[in-house]
């Protein structure tokens, strides 16, 4: 039971699916179920969304004897079906090269419930650089229906 009276609900989705191993991928125990999640959630009548770096919704693939993180869209439907919103992470002071359209892209993989989605932009300086919101890999930001920035300092 939610004791307040909210408009919106935004679940993290960081904790990976699945860990690989040297005997091939297995299921994350640390993992959510977000079919339990989207299931508890759907009776109430707010907003819902996820935000993610994609790992929750990624399996892997093995392809020409070696294992590839991949799109996994079944992973994502208990809450795709249910109209939960995503909010991709664009972080590339953590991975290089990491880009609004980059994440704008990964998202239509996803089908086109998820291909409208709103990045939210890492404003800070990690290991492979300084951004502000006036960065390159935040290019298109104010295209989307809003912006949410994440400005946590310093990463090390």
């Known amino acids: 039971m939610i004791a307040s009276d909210?408009?919106?609900?935004?679940?993290?989705?960081?904790?990976p699916a699945q860990i690989?191993?040297?005997?091939?991928?297995?299921e994350n125990p640390q993992a959510p179920n977000w079919e339990d999640i989207a299931e508890r959630l759907t009776s109430y009548d707010?907003?819902?969304a996820v935000a993610t770096s994609?790992?929750?919704?990624?399996?892997?693939?093995?392809e020409n004897g070696s294992w590839f993180l991949r799109p996994d869209p079944e992973r994502a439907a208990p809450l795709i079906e249910r109209g939960?919103?995503?909010?991709p992470y664009v972080y590339p002071a953590e991975h290089p090269g990491m880009t609004v359209s980059a994440a704008k892209?990964?998202?239509t993989h996803y089908g086109p419930e998820w291909s409208h989605c709103e990045c939210v932009l890492g404003c800070y300086s990690g290991p492979?650089?300084?951004?502000?919101?006036?960065?390159?890999?935040?290019?298109?930001?104010?295209?989307?229906?809003g912006a949410s920035?994440?400005?946590?300092?310093s990463v090390i």
């Open 6 to 15: 909210p408009d919106l609900v935004v679940l993290e989705a960081e904790v």
């Open 20 to 26: 690989l191993q040297s005997s091939g991928p297995i």
């Open 46 to 48: 707010i907003g819902k």
């Open 54 to 62: 994609w790992g929750a919704f990624q399996s892997y693939r093995l």
């Open 84 to 87: 939960w919103y995503v909010l």
């Open 105 to 107: 892209f990964y998202a």
């Open 128 to 145: 492979f650089g300084s951004f502000t919101i006036d960065s390159p890999a935040f290019e298109g930001y104010d295209d989307q229906p």
């Open 149 to 153: 920035i994440w400005d946590l300092g």
